[in-house]
């Protein structure tokens, strides 16, 4: 299950697209970070498309990391912030954090039959869409953060060609 975000608001302020690092944090899995980092760019403006009533993280900040790591650190980071056992696909911190567990990915794709890119790409935009106020606590909305998704995935997969 992809993880909800950390916290809600963020304190920097910005009208410029934020920069973007993709940092590759782990050594089990190869990933391709230029690409990531390609599609994390075009994933954010189709993000900041989505209009909101109200200001976001995702436009105040200046700047977000996506940040690759082993099931071990996720495990970590998943124990001490939301107080859970075992590892999580992504983690979003108010910030512009987005922590990605390249090996639960890896795990996950293989069981939907998708890409491990396919999958990666999948979390940025879970994490995007958080740091933009959306929420997937309820069913309903749950629902919604997933159609978003899909069709965010969809539009820049379009756009590719």
Excluded: W
Excluded at 8 to 31: C, D, F, M, Y
Excluded at 65 to 71: A, C, E, G, Q
Excluded at 107 to 123: H, K, Q, T, V
């Amino acid at each position: 299950m992809i993880a909800t975000k950390i916290a809600a608001v963020g304190n920097s302020k910005s009208r410029a697209a934020p920069e973007i690092s993709v940092r590759n944090l782990q050594r089990t899995v190869r990933v391709d970070t230029v690409d990531l980092k390609e599609f994390a760019a075009k994933a954010l403006r189709m993000c900041l498309q989505q209009r909101k009533n109200e200001a976001t993280n995702l436009t105040k900040l200046r700047e977000f990391f996506v940040l690759l790591v082993s099931d071990r650190r996720m495990t970590a980071l998943h124990r001490r912030f939301l107080h859970k056992p075992g590892p999580t696909d992504v983690l979003t911190f108010e910030h512009g954090e987005i922590f990605l567990s390249v090996e639960t990915a890896r795990r996950n794709a293989r069981i939907f039959g998708n890409s491990l890119a396919r999958e990666l790409r999948l979390y940025i935009v879970h994490g995007l869409l958080h740091l933009h106020g959306f929420e997937d606590r309820t069913e309903t909305d749950a629902r919604k953060m997933e159609t978003m998704q899909e069709q965010i995935l969809r539009q820049v997969a379009g756009r590719r060609n």
